[in-house]
């Protein structure tokens, strides 16, 4: 009569995985204990997935060349810092990405040349209903491509758009009327330092409107200014914060007069030419629209106010 094997209740299973979430040697032992410990061990192991480079991504398709078996499911964080390879493999599988439908956090590198690849963020439209946070750093995808993916994402919070090539290479086209909106209720980060019009003005179009807590944003152009002040305008109900680096020596004193658009919240502006901080809060905005009293700190780089402006 054969011993049978031990067995552990899920629950606790669960009790001795679980504490092991952020430690990858172990959670890899804990798969050679039983194959009724390797679910509980790949929803930690498989929880963050980078394609960094080809080769990363050729290392994954080989360790699962099915991938309706893979662990894709596990992941909830994906990056994908080869784009056109990622894409390629896509389209050769037959809609590879979409395995991925648990993503919650994604994160797209798309630097040099996209070659003839047509749409290549058409695959991630919608890839997961579930995913809430997206960050683009791209030097060669228009303006049009990156916000036809925002549109088609409806639960997504937090956008961070970082380019220094995209904003100016989609004027002349079709008018831009999405008939979908994402949440929006989160972080908000520019760093478009050829200009935040492009993106500005397609997310003054999104029906359901902007509602972020937090703003962050590089102003690198002087005309960028009215941009930046209808953004902080819009989203003034919602706005707890404001973090802005300023380019523009000449005219970062006219942070200051933002404070009557911001009722109450509280702005830090860095001067990164001229190399000094300021903390700028302001008191409500009263009813008239008249712009009360900004005080700001100057801050040098120990933390210590050393001036004190009123304006």
Known sequence: ??????????????????????????????????????????????????FQSPGDLKAWKKTFPDPANSP??????????????????????GGWIRTFHNVVRLEVWSVGSLGRLEGPLVPFHNFSPALKSLRMVSNN?????????????????????????????????TAFQPSTSPVLNGVLVLFLPQGVECAT????????????????????????????VD?????????????????????FTRLLRW??????????????????DQIVQSNKTQASGIPVQCTAHHVDHHGAPNDHIRT
């Open 259 to 276: 404070g009557h658009y911001l009722t109450g919240t509280p702005v830090c502006a860095r001067d990164c030419v001229g190399g000094f």
């Open 1 to 50: 009569m054969s011993n049978p094997r031990p067995y552990l209740p899920p629950d606790l299973l669960d009790c001795v995985v679980d504490p092991l979430f952020d430690e990858r040697e172990t959670l890899r032992q804990c798969c050679l204990v039983s194959k009724s410990w390797v679910p509980h061990t790949r929803k930690y192991l498989f929880a963050d997935i980078r």
């Open 72 to 93: 894709a499911h596990h992941t909830r964080t994906l990056l994908v810092g080869c784009l056109q390879i990622v894409t390629a493999a896509d389209v050769e599988e």
């Open 141 to 173: 995808l228009r303006c049009s491509q990156v916000f036809d993916l925002i549109c088609s994402l409806p639960l997504l919070e937090d956008l961070s758009i970082m380019s220094h090539g995209m904003d100016r290479c989609d004027y002349g086209g």
């Open 231 to 251: 953004l902080l305008a819009v989203c003034s109900d919602t706005l707890e914060c404001v973090d802005i680096e300023c380019f523009l020596s000449r005219t």
């Open 201 to 228: 003005r397609r997310l003054f179009g999104l029906p359901n409107g902007l509602h972020f807590r937090k703003l962050m944003c590089t102003w690198w152009l002087e005309e960028d200014l009215q941009r930046i």
